[in-house]
Nanobody, 117 residues
């Protein structure tokens, strides 16, 4: 069974920075992509940033130029460096791993990010 452990959330003032980390453990047969989603109260979960096995990255338009995703495949870890945070970035951030020859999604438990104005 694959498990994802997230860390790094918290409370920060607008303009500040946070770094999220997520490490996958268990039997990972094939890494397809790994990244971050977020869900604000009353809203649907949305993609923040994703990194594929081919090192291609994709960002939500709302975070481009402010957030940077990176991975350490040897450690099965993905990072999200968040700079110039805005109150609208407030949400629960979920780590996602898609792996397997038959692709399957795994999710972390979520970490709260709160940006005060």
């Amino acid at each position: 069974q694959v498990q994802l452990l997230e860390s790094g959330g918290g409370l920060v003032q607008a303009g500040g920075s946070l770094r999220l980390s997520c490490t996958a453990s268990g039997r990972i047969v094939r890494f397809n992509r790994m990244g971050w989603y977020r869900q604000a109260p009353g809203k649907q979960r949305e993609l923040v940033a994703i990194c594929t096995s081919g090192a291609t990255t994709n960002y939500a338009d709302s975070v481009k130029g402010r957030f940077t995703i990176s991975t350490d495949i040897a450690k099965n870890t993905v990072y999200l460096q968040m700079n110039s945070l805005k109150p609208e970035d407030t949400a629960v951030y979920y780590c996602n791993l898609n792996s397997g020859l038959i692709p399957r999604d795994y999710w972390g438990q979520g970490t709260q990010v709160t940006v005060s104005s």
